[in-house]
Nanobody
Framework: QVQLVESGGGLVQAGGSLRLSCAAS?????MGWFRQVPGKEREGVAV??????????AYADSVKGRFTISRDNAKNTAYLQMDSLKPEDTAMYYC??????????????????????WGQGTQVTVSS
């Protein structure tokens, strides 16, 4: 079975940094990071996708230039480095994965409906 375990959340001041980790087990084809605040839909913030150049990252406009998704295949772990954090980044962050081998394009890459495995979430709180 696929299992995802996030860690690394916490409380930081605006402008600070955090690095989230997602330890994965089982077969996965696609992985990304999502976040959710109460009353709103879960939104994708950073994902990997495959093109002719290989596995490349993509970011939501709201985090582009501040967040970096990476992976360590030997450790079966993905990371989300979050720099220049803003209070608007406060959310529960989730590691997501999908085992279905299929292409996704554009906004579909950031849709929670296209991922079928989820971690338990790790809270990130950014104070003013």
């Amino acid at each position: 079975q696929v299992q995802l375990v996030e860690s690394g959340g916490g409380l930081v001041q605006a402008g600070g940094s955090l690095r989230l980790s997602c330890a994965a087990s089982g077969y996965i084809y696609r992985m990304g990071w999502f976040r959710q605040v109460p009353g709103k839909e879960r939104e994708g913030v950073a994902v990997f996708y495959i093109n002719t150049a290989g596995v490349v990252p993509a970011y939501a406009d709201s985090v582009k230039g501040r967040f970096t998704i990476s992976r360590d295949n030997a450790k079966n772990t993905a990371y989300l480095q979050m720099d220049s954090l803003k209070p608007e980044d406060t959310a529960m962050y989730y590691c997501a994965a999908d085992a279905r081998v299929r292409p996704l394009y554009g906004d579909d890459r950031f849709s929670s409906q296209n991922y079928n495995y989820w971690g338990q979430g790790t809270q990130v709180t950014v104070s003013s």
